[in-house]
């Protein structure tokens, strides 16, 4: 009888311990997920990565509160996740910093380190927002891609270069391809312009040399796109 009531209260306060846990982890997930959205302008983050770091802390959490300090739950567990097989695609580094976040939050709310829990949620989210504010790592010059159709009779290795060195510091031939059955080429360029330069002059000049074929200038190129 005594054994029964003792693990009626142990239950009640794992239960307890649970419903503390969730919470905590959910709310920390909300965070995460929150700092992840804010750190991304708004059409390059996932909005199905978003909810993922919402519900990965708690779902974390409660794998490690239900294993706890048991040898044959953890080895079982283990067994049981090696047979799952993700397929998504691989995110950029910061998208997996946020998921090795996440489960760590996770972690530590499984152990009942809530506190700490708490302040390493705190610190990182502030961390990364001040590094997204001072731009760090990003790049000081602004590059726009540059696409030229040109004939296919024209050598585009040196058509241009005079033109690039007047007018930009710097410029790369990023892709080439065959358009409208092979009989053009489409450059594409990554090229950053001087101070000084007239763009519209430049294409002109472009358009002098390619036959008057279509030019096209992107104003500006997204990270994400390289």
């Not at 090795?100 to 530590?108: D, H, K, Q, V, W």
């Not at 007239?198 to 036959?211: Q, S």
């Given at each position: ?137 990003g790049h000081t010059k602004v590059q726009k ?76 190129v997204q990270a994400a796109e390289f």
């Open positions: 009888m005594m054994d029964f009531l003792n693990t009626t209260v142990s239950t009640a306060a794992s239960i307890g311990d649970l419903l503390i846990l969730l919470v905590v982890a959910f709310g920390l997930g909300g965070l995460i997920s929150l700092i992840y959205m804010k750190s991304h302008d708004e059409d390059t983050y996932s909005s199905s990565f978003a909810l993922t770091l919402v519900m990965l802390p708690p779902v974390v959490g409660s794998i490690i509160f239900l294993v706890g300090t048991n040898i044959a739950s953890a080895f079982s567990l283990a067994g049981a996740f090696s047979i799952i097989r993700f397929r998504s695609a691989p995110g950029d580094a910061k998208d997996i910093t946020f998921v090795l976040f996440s489960m760590a939050i996770g972690l530590a709310c499984g152990m009942g380190l809530t506190v700490y829990a708490v302040i390493i949620a705190l610190f990182l989210s502030a961390m990364t927002m001040f590094l997204k504010q001072m731009h760090f790592g891609k540059l696409k030229v159709v040109i004939p296919e009779n024209l050598d585009y290795t040196m058509a241009f270069d005079s033109l690039f060195q007047q007018a930009s510091t710097e410029y790369t031939l990023n892709r080439v391809k065959t358009i409208e059955m092979g009989s053009l080429y489409e450059l594409e360029y990554l090229i950053s312009f001087r101070e000084e330069t007239n763009e519209k002059k430049f294409i002109d000049d472009l358009r002098c040399r390619n036959g008057n074929l279509n030019v096209s200038l992107q104003m500006a």
